[in-house]
């Protein structure tokens, strides 16, 4: 049986930081304000000619060097994004060139904020079809290029960067590094996230995205543990869309993963949409906060609404 696991990661986020008390000057709100209400201290924010691929390039150029692979053994590079300014090229194909890559497949993937776990699940069904064997899989995001920073609901959560994961052929016995994905949306939800038209801005139903995600996700990623053969004890990692903390503490306790370092790099590095779950699980092994092999819990959910997640081991 053919089938996948992460073998490295990569991150990469911008120079400035923004806090909160900077954000008071610019917009009516303090940094009382925004921890209590969302857990961020703080934000990276890309400077104005550091695009999306660029970002994107740098993390994969690190979880590349990372795996210790040769870049030309890429065969399938995949980018999840919904902040490209540029309708073609792709990104994927921009940061095959960066890379220097040989002949991949590059494709981007626009599901937002879940976009990483979907990313991910695409490209680890590729390598188990035979059609690709190492894939690169980015989640990167400007929001900054998209935002009104007159608006203190929205600016004060958003945050850029780039996170990246080397999928490769798994042919052990078991070949369980990347669990089965679950997926899916919700379609009457479709408008909660949005960044219409060729200006933006992001605008989102902050509530109507908090109910849903503390009353419907914790059993669906119950359902992605199922799938993976584990109760929620035995993860050793929960990396959730750090999309807010007062979301992320009580949906990990919610789940039961008693056991698990649960991932809060919301608190420095804001919504950073699909690159949020690549980056804080990258800074997590980076740290070796999480045992090599054990099993890690990804759940992403946003524009769409949309969601997907699975359980990888860690790299």
Known sequence: MTGSRVVALG???PERVLTNDELATMVETNDEWIQSRVGIRERRIAAPDESVDEMAWRAADKAI???GLDVTEIDYVVVAT???IDRSPNVAARVAARLGLGNPAAIDLNTACSGFAYAL???DQAIRAGAASKAIVIGVEKLSDWTDWTDRTTCVLIGDGAGAAVLVADETEDAAGVGPVVWGSVPE???AVRIEGREGPFQQEGLSVFRWATTQLPEIARQVCAK???EPEELGGVVLHQANLRIIEPLAKRLGAVNAVVARDVVESGNTSAASIPIALSKLVE????PSGAPVLLFGFGGG???AGQVIRCP
């Open 11 to 13: 991150h990469y986020q």
């Open 65 to 67: 060097a990372n795996a």
């Open 82 to 84: 919904c902040t490209a």
């Open 121 to 123: 699940a695409t490209a």
């Open 189 to 191: 939800m479709s408008d």
């Open 228 to 230: 993976a053969g584990l």
């Open 287 to 290: 740290k070796r906060e999480i």
């Open 305 to 307: 609404l949309s969601y």
